[in-house]
């Protein structure tokens, strides 16, 4: 079974939005750090949108480079995280993973995230 399943990727020109949902099994869903990634081919991977809904109250943290473009939101009834993206740039064209974990000491390093999902493309056109 697939731990997270993304949904959601296309192409769309520079300025548009899409909405990338990951679908998770009640298991995985229950853990408290949980995010969107993303990575070009020969560049390391990196963190776009994470949240922490652990004892130690919310906490959300967003790349600089998409900081008033993108939301993370998530759906406690459906199991489900989603990544709303506005305004996108050629610059946001990668493949976005999905993943979740269990925090380590209230914080949710990359280490954390034990979960992937398979990726979902993102295209960019200008």
């Known amino acids: 079974q697939v731990p997270l399943v993304e949904s959601g990727g296309g192409s769309v020109q520079a300025g548009g939005s899409l909405n990338l949902s990951c679908a998770a099994s009640?298991?995985?869903?229950?853990?408290?750090?949980k995010g969107w990634f993303r990575q070009v081919p020969g560049k390391k991977r990196e963190g776009v949108a994470t949240?922490?809904?652990?004892?130690?109250?919310?906490?959300?943290y967003y790349a600089d480079s998409v900081k008033g473009r993108f939301t993370l939101s998530q759906d406690n009834t459906k199991n489900t995280w989603s990544l709303q993206m506005n305004t996108l740039k050629p610059e946001d064209t990668a493949m976005y993973y999905c993943?979740?974990?269990?925090?380590?000491?209230?914080?949710?390093?990359?280490?954390?995230?034990?979960?992937w999902g398979q990726g979902t493309q993102v295209t960019v056109s200008s």
């Open positions: 993943a979740t974990g269990p925090s380590d000491g209230g914080r949710c390093p990359l280490s954390s995230y034990q979960y």
């Open positions: 009640r298991f995985t869903y229950s853990f408290d750090c």
């Open positions: 949240i922490y809904t652990g004892g130690r109250g919310v906490g959300r």
